[in-house]
């Protein structure tokens, strides 16, 4: 009998992706790569939705709805399956061994993720090389995008404060700060819709309006994906914080998580530096 099947028997859990998949190849897994897809898949929707617009369309407007929906499913079912059976399925008869080499794997996605993001910023500063006029766009730097600066700075304060309450063996103050994180974090992904909205509706600010709109609209979008995505996994660690299945001695994947939080974190300040406050420096 294998450990997660001892996992699943003594503690009651019957969910899916219990065991690695393809079952029999040891710690081989298809569940990164089925993520893997998903995620390229929805910057391919992306893509055929901006390839929709326009007077002459070169594919047909359902393509990108179609693909970046089903990429997403898809996303989300990989992320589950490789989540699940890496924190999860064997967690209460694992001996908290193999944290460290969790902790590195995340250091290089979060590489990959630095390398994503860079790319979008160098296209931003290829287009602000040049010579352009601000008087198209709305008022960037208002009163929304540094309140929304502020919870998500404060977001990760109270991660890390919950972080450092869990190793003190305080579980009560541990959960106040997950909850408080997973708050202000959507609290922060309505405050950019709020903002997506009024740029549109009342200031007429779009992603086909000019070369800014596109590089606006795709690096602070992108940025909230991950803001999105982050949220769910620390309403995953609070769920399972709340069946108690932290201690003092037994945090990997709540490392993990702060140390993406944190990311997204810094990855805001910096837009918010360079493509709110830089577009309205005229050199």
Partial sequence: ?????????????????????????????????????????????????????????????????????????????????????????????????????????????????????????????????????????PELVGSLVLVNTALLVLSSITLHWGHIQLRKGNRQNFLVGLASTLLLGVVFIGGQVYEYYEFIQHEGFTVGTGIFGSAFYGLTGLHGLHVSMGAVLIGIVFIRALYGQYTAD??????????????????????????????EVSF
């Fill in 1 to 137: 009998m294998t450990v997660a099947d001892d996992s699943t028997e003594e503690h009651g859990h019957h969910l899916p992706a219990v065991e690695d998949w393809p079952r029999g190849f040891g710690e081989a897994s298809w569940w990164p790569f089925i993520t893997a897809l998903g995620g390229a898949g929805i910057y391919i929707g992306a893509a055929l939705f901006l390839l929709a617009q326009g007077q002459d369309p070169i594919v047909n407007p359902l393509y990108g709805p179609v693909a970046f929906v089903g990429s997403i499913g898809l996303f989300l079912v990989g992320l589950y399956g490789w989540v699940y059976h890496a924190f999860v399925s064997a967690f209460w008869s694992s001996d908290g061994h193999g944290g460290s080499g969790l902790r590195w794997g995340m250091v290089l996605f979060l590489g990959s993720e630095v390398a994503t993001f860079s790319a979008g910023f160098v296209y931003y500063f290829f287009i602000r090389a040049g010579t352009w006029s601000t008087e198209e766009f």
């Fill in 250 to 279: 037994r945090h990997v994947s709540v490392t993990t998580v702060s140390m993406y939080w944190h990311f997204v974190d810094a990855v805001w300040i910096f837009l918010v530096v360079v493509l709110y406050v830089g577009a």
